[in-house]
């Protein structure tokens, strides 16, 4: 069942209604709950009758959610496109770190790849279409920008966002428990450091 709500911070307050309905045993069975930019995925509903009449009872209330926990990314920002942002943003390349370390995000849903959140948080005005021209290759921990989205990839891959600099963490760890370090709901701080 694909519930359709307005826009990222409705998908987040739904997400955040649903798990703590799951958490305290008044949710119909799911197998999963997905939130996406404008939707929320119930995976494996057995009861898609009493799941329909108890989403028709929600209420959109603003907020996004209760709040994870906080996750700091070190980022050296060193980046390709850096110097390319701070031009869009009509700022010198420090002054674009510094906007871009400002925010406090949040995860507003995972995709693209195992381990990648898309976070929320950038002021509207500093958002910044994709690359025309996407690289076959971005390294694992590049930190980049995307439309009003920021985000770490996880692993090495093509991709087509600007590139601001990069970090050590892993991101996704199949041998960790959970696996992937940022989920919806956990908060993000990037901090500046030197490369060591």
């Known amino acids: 069942m694909l519930a359709e709500v307005a826009d990222t911070a409705q998908a987040g307050a739904l997400y955040a209604w649903l798990s703590g309905l799951r958490e305290a045993g008044e949710l119909p069975a799911v197998a999963?709950?997905?939130?996406?930019?404008?939707?929320?995925?119930?995976?494996?509903?057995e009861d898609v009758r009493a799941l329909t009449a108890l989403l028709a009872t929600w209420?959109?209330?603003?907020?996004?959610?209760?709040?994870?926990?906080?996750?700091e990314v070190p980022t050296?920002?060193?980046?390709?496109?850096?110097?390319?942002?701070?031009?869009?943003?009509?700022?010198?390349?420090?002054?674009?770190?510094?906007?871009?370390?400002?925010p406090r995000y949040r995860v507003a849903f995972c995709g693209f790849a195992p381990g990648f959140g898309y976070l929320t948080g950038l002021p509207e005005r500093y958002g910044v279409p994709r690359r025309a021209t996407p690289r076959t290759s971005v390294p694992a921990g590049s930190v980049a920008l995307a439309g009003p989205w920021t985000g770490v990839y996880p692993r090495s891959s093509p991709g087509g966002w600007q590139?601001?600099?990069?970090?050590?963490l892993t991101l996704w760890d199949?041998?960790?428990?959970?696996?992937?370090?940022?989920?919806?709901?956990v908060r993000v701080r990037f901090t500046a450091v030197r490369p060591g």
């Open 59 to 71: 209420r959109p209330a603003g907020g996004s959610g209760p709040e994870g926990p906080l996750v």
């Open 163 to 168: 590139l601001l600099g990069r970090t050590g």
């Open 32 to 45: 999963e709950i997905v939130p996406a930019a404008r939707t929320v995925l119930l995976d494996g509903a």
């Open 174 to 185: 199949t041998a960790r428990d959970p696996a992937a370090l940022l989920a919806p709901g």
């Open 76 to 102: 050296v920002y060193d980046g390709a496109d850096l110097a390319e942002v701070a031009e869009l943003w009509g700022v010198s390349p420090e002054a674009a770190v510094r906007i871009h370390t400002e």
